[in-house]
């Protein structure tokens, strides 16, 4: 029988020959990925991702038609994946926060106040920002 280290003994050209030394450089490979530390195997972030951020931050101000802001307005945050609906309301200078919301999912967002609502926008899983800041405008 020959060893399957020894390719030396194989005629050369034939393909028992070219399946044992392909044989020996993979088991190689397997031999050296299964020593590696398992901090060097890693995958680098795409370009515009932040390392270690998971969560996504959606801010902003709640404004009338003349930009002043509109206290105790409510702003709808719904989650298009599960259809859940979160909400805040808006300080006394008009501002909300909605914080800890996942990266791949798009959202939909609008406040209301006083039976006038504001336009739905949209907040899209493949935008690459984490931290975004939209103004909500009710006419009112």
Not at 24 to 30: D, F, T, V
Not at 42 to 66: C, F, M, S, W, Y
Request: overall charge positive.
């Amino acid at each position: 029988m020959i060893s399957p280290c020894r390719t030396d003994a194989l005629p050369a050209g034939s393909i028992f020959a070219h399946s044992a030394k392909l044989a020996l450089g993979l088991s190689l490979m397997c031999a050296a990925a299964a020593v590696a530390p398992a901090g060097s195997l890693h995958a680098e972030p795409l370009a515009g991702q932040a390392r270690g951020t998971t969560q996504r931050i959606v801010h902003g101000k709640v404004e009338d038609k003349n930009g002043a802001g509109i206290k105790a307005a409510v702003v709808y945050l719904k989650d298009d994946k599960s259809t859940a609906v979160k909400t805040a309301i808006a300080d006394d200078d008009g501002s909300y926060r909605f914080v800890q919301l996942a990266l791949n999912v798009d959202y939909e967002i609008w406040a209301q106040s006083d039976s006038k609502k504001s336009p739905t926008k949209s907040i899209s899983q493949f935008d690459s920002k984490n931290d975004i800041n939209i103004t909500l405008k009710i006419d009112k």
